[in-house]
């Protein structure tokens, strides 16, 4: 099983990205996923959550308004575009998948999630 995650790279603040989460091994199309990122001297934290179905998302309040959480069942493929972006928004990103299946609720925990993929580092510059 593995998620891999692409799309990171070097943008100019107020600049965008998009994030892709494809994921090998098995299906997750039963299972919530969730991005998460960590910057450099600081825990991961929390980014955006996307229930089994796609009808849910959770957003962190820093990133509201700024980033959407989508899915595509069909490819097995989660993704994060990224608007509007800060300086403050460098960071590794990860995209983890839910062991619990056809979860719609909140959860944005690091702990709760089982899958992890190996990250891939977003920088904006000022």
């Known amino acids: 099983v593995q998620l891999q995650a692409s799309g990171g790279g070097l943008v100019q603040a107020g600049g965008s990205l998009r994030l892709s989460c494809a994921a090998s091994?098995?299906?997750?199309?039963?299972?919530?996923m969730g991005w998460f990122r960590q910057a450099p001297g600081k825990e991961r934290e929390f980014v955006a959550r996307?229930?089994?179905?796609?009808?849910?998302?959770y957003y962190a309040d820093s990133v509201k308004g700024r980033f959407i959480i989508s899915r595509d069942n069909a490819k097995n493929t989660v993704y994060l575009q990224m608007n509007s972006l800060k300086p403050e928004d460098t960071a590794v990103y990860y995209c983890?998948?839910?062991?619990?299946?056809?979860?719609?609720?909140?959860?944005?925990?690091?702990?709760?999630?089982?899958?992890w993929g190996q990250g891939t580092q977003v920088t904006v510059s000022s």
């Open positions: 091994g098995r299906t997750f199309s039963t299972n919530a």
């Open positions: 983890a998948a839910e062991s619990r299946l056809l979860s719609n609720s909140d959860n944005r925990e690091p702990n709760r999630y089982d899958y």
């Open positions: 996307i229930s089994w179905s796609g009808r849910n998302t």
